[in-house]
């Protein structure tokens, strides 16, 4: 199965998030825009795994449930990677919680370097994706729509098995790991 460990963020975050895509495809042609279900907080890309692999990362990472509590992000702003310049990812940005997601992401990178998986080469930016285009092409100011400074809850980490279609990619939970720690506390 092609998976992935992502943060799972709220429903009414999402219908949010999918409001604004809605309001920039008007402005913006080239740009296939991520759906609904399709947002979230990616931590880790595996691509091809089997099963038994699925089941062994979380047992290896099943230490964060008790080590991370629930936390608030607050959704930032519009960017893109590489950069604005050369827009191929168009993501939001967070602003409050930023350190939590990183935690857990080096966490979750160090417990399963000792099991042989490879460390990210790539600088860690949390985001959320809202769409990505095929050809590079500058991400204007006046194409983006202004974000609400809406704060939501991080508490679900999740697996999940992404099935590529002609409309997109098809997400299906595997297992999740509920945060109930008290590490995070504290931090922004």
């Not at 047992?59 to 936390?71: C, G, L, N, Q, W």
């Not at 985001?127 to 809850?153: A, N, Q, Y």
Request: glycine share 8%; charged share 30%.
């Amino acid at each position: 199965m092609r998976a992935f460990i992502a943060l799972e963020i709220p429903g009414e975050i999402r219908t949010y998030l999918q409001s604004i895509t809605k309001s920039m495809a008007i402005h913006m042609d080239g740009v296939k825009w991520v759906n609904r279900e399709g947002q979230h907080v990616t931590l880790k890309f595996f691509g091809e795994i089997e099963e038994t692999k699925a089941f062994k990362i979380r047992e290896t990472i099943s230490h964060i449930e008790k080590r991370y509590a629930p936390f608030v992000v607050t959704l930032k702003g519009i960017d893109a990677f590489p950069g604005k310049k050369r827009a191929r990812v168009i993501v939001v940005t967070m602003e409050k919680g930023v350190d939590n997601i990183r935690g857990i992401f080096n966490d979750i990178e160090d417990s399963l370097s000792m099991i042989g998986v490879e460390k990210e080469k790539r600088d860690f930016t949390p985001h959320v994706t809202l769409g990505r285009r095929k050809m590079p092409m500058p991400l204007l100011d006046r194409d983006m729509t202004r974000l609400e400074e809406k704060s939501f809850v991080l508490d679900n980490l999740v697996l999940f098995s992404s099935t590529l279609t002609r409309e997109g990619a098809i997400y299906n939970p595997v297992w999740e790991i509920k945060l109930g720690g008290e590490e995070s506390e504290g931090r922004e």
